[in-house]
């Protein structure tokens, strides 16, 4: 399967590389194109992963493309993005954006990957081992499920990371907001 990753560049998202280390037939896109260039890239690919940080409106591109006005992926990628069945969305709040434009796959609400992040989301206490260790195991898991179909990688994340998230109260928080609709 051919899949296209867009993962905008920023220090504080480099754990998600994890996620799609094992898919063998992928693009990988980090900054530096257009949007036009992004809509034809999304066209040539069978599964489109979007990962980083984001907001209802879209995923953030974090000054790594150009004319894009903060956002890679937004409302004019919705019409695209409908014909797949098969994304991924990460990022805060990307339930959001997949519900309100009915869009198809595995995608995240609010995702803690940051103690600032948990201070915001009243986990108080929260320590930045456990940040780590969420999001470690939360790529790891993800990664081993990366090349199967949405239903498969959704049953078995919830799984295998809520084997963490019964020790782990950050892995806990994210785990109640993985979501899948097909």
Request: glycine share 8%; hydrophobic share 35%.
């Amino acid at each position: 399967m051919q899949t296209l990753i867009i993962h905008p560049k920023d220090s504080t998202t480099t754990f998600l590389e994890l996620l799609y280390g094992t898919i063998p037939d992928k693009t990988i896109i980090r900054g530096g194109v257009s949007k036009e260039e992004i809509k034809y890239l999304i066209q040539s690919h069978e599964r489109v992963m979007m990962l980083g940080h984001g907001s209802p409106s879209g995923l953030f591109s974090v000054g790594s493309f150009p004319d894009t006005n903060g956002y890679i992926i937004d409302q004019t990628m919705v019409e695209l993005l409908n014909r797949k069945r098969d994304n991924i969305f990460i990022w805060c709040n990307a339930d959001c954006f997949v519900n309100h434009y009915r869009l198809k796959g595995f995608y995240s609400g609010m995702f803690i990957s940051e103690v600032e992040e948990a201070d915001y989301c009243r986990l108080t206490d929260t320590s930045q081992n456990q940040v780590d260790e969420s999001n470690q195991r939360f790529g790891e898991i993800f990664s081993g499920f990366a090349n199967e179909n949405i239903a498969s990688i959704y049953k078995n994340v919830l799984t295998e990371y809520g084997k963490l998230a019964e020790k782990n109260p950050v892995a806990s928080y994210n785990c109640k907001r993985l979501y899948m609709n097909q």
